[in-house]
């Protein structure tokens, strides 16, 4: 039985009228009715007499009405408790991210978060996987976003979303109306993150699998750093396709013909299991809420959830 249900039955019997019902619950008389109706058939009994303009409580609907009433009284006073507590009661979160998820569904995460858990307190820390994982374990963060789970009897994680890693360059240094193989690539200077870190990672397989190796790498631990270097046009380099929406439409940066794509980009939120967890898993419910969201907002085929 609704909540909804509840509300609606009782608002009836105050306002002894389908159309003032509807007019106060922000809905149609035929909803109204259909409402009615349902508890009606789920109780098993008539709960209301209409002959006419004539509106009356059976001896079951009088029953109903207390029962309702007590219900719904209980759950005003469990809310107000309930908000009381979270209003004393301040909590820190302290979540990790990397540059791929701050530009894309972070900051609708965030706000969502301002809005519907006021009593929370974020910190927000920018980092590389390597050290975001390294910092849940020594329990510096309750809530990471990143390539590598953090992997242990306390931690939980989950794949957020997926993104679509596609090559670009400026047009200073690429044709975009070529097709560049495996070979073409690894002639050219490439701009990635350190050895060592998970988008690196993909990167090597990427050209030892066809034995080739790249013959020029510059290194940046910095997302934003990365799309700069490859626009003034010092190399072309593998990088979500969303978070260069923009340079790619104001011709800043082309995508890169490909005869082999590169694998996509996994965004995985790992969290702590005993801390905060009421908390937590809200937050975890959000974010995948506003991950979901914002893969609904472009395209498919660049931002996806498995």
Same mark, same amino acid.
């Given at each position: 039985m609704r909540i909804l249900d509840m509300q609606t039955f009782t608002a009836l019997v105050r306002n002894r009228h389908f159309g003032r019902t509807a007019q106060e619950l922000s809905t149609t008389q035929p909803a109204i009715s259909s409402r009615l109706a349902a508890l009606e058939q789920e109780l098993g009994h008539k709960l209301v007499h209409?002959? $006419?303009? /004539?509106?009356?409580?059976?001896?079951? $609907?009088? /029953?109903?009405?207390?029962?309702?009433?007590?219900?719904?009284?209980?759950?005003?006073?469990?809310?107000?408790?309930?908000?009381?507590?979270?209003?004393?009661a301040p909590v820190l979160l302290r979540i990790g991210a990397i540059d791929s998820v701050i530009s894309t569904w972070m900051p609708a995460l965030v706000e969502a978060l301002h809005q519907r858990m006021p009593h929370l307190k974020i910190e927000l820390t920018v980092e590389s996987t390597k050290r975001l994982v390294h910092g849940m374990h020594k329990g510096e963060f309750d809530l990471i976003f990143a390539v590598d789970p953090a992997v242990g009897d306390s931690f939980r994680s989950f794949v957020s979303c997926v993104l679509q890693m596609i090559w670009v360059g400026s047009p200073k240094l690429i044709d975009p109306e070529r097709t560049y193989s495996v070979d073409d690539l690894a002639r050219m200077p490439i701009v990635t993150f350190p050895k060592g870190a998970p988008p690196y990672r993909q990167i090597a397989p990427y050209f030892q699998d066809e034995q080739v190796l790249a013959s020029k790498l510059t290194s940046s631990n910095s997302m934003f750093a990365i799309i700069n270097l490859i626009i003034d046009g010092f190399g072309v380099a593998a990088i979500p396709k969303v978070i260069v929406r923009r340079e790619l439409a104001q011709g800043l940066l082309h995508q890169i013909r490909v005869s082999k794509h590169f694998p996509p980009l996994p965004i995985i939120g790992s969290y702590q299991s005993s801390t905060h967890q009421d908390v937590i898993l809200q937050v975890v419910a959000q974010a995948q809420q506003c991950a979901l969201n914002y893969c609904a907002s472009v395209d498919p085929s660049t931002a996806w959830l498995v």
């Open positions: 209409r002959m $006419g303009t /004539e509106f009356r409580l059976t001896p079951e $609907g009088e /029953e109903v009405l207390q029962v309702f009433q007590q219900v719904l009284d209980n759950l005003d006073t469990l809310k107000t408790k309930l908000d009381n507590l979270q209003a004393k």
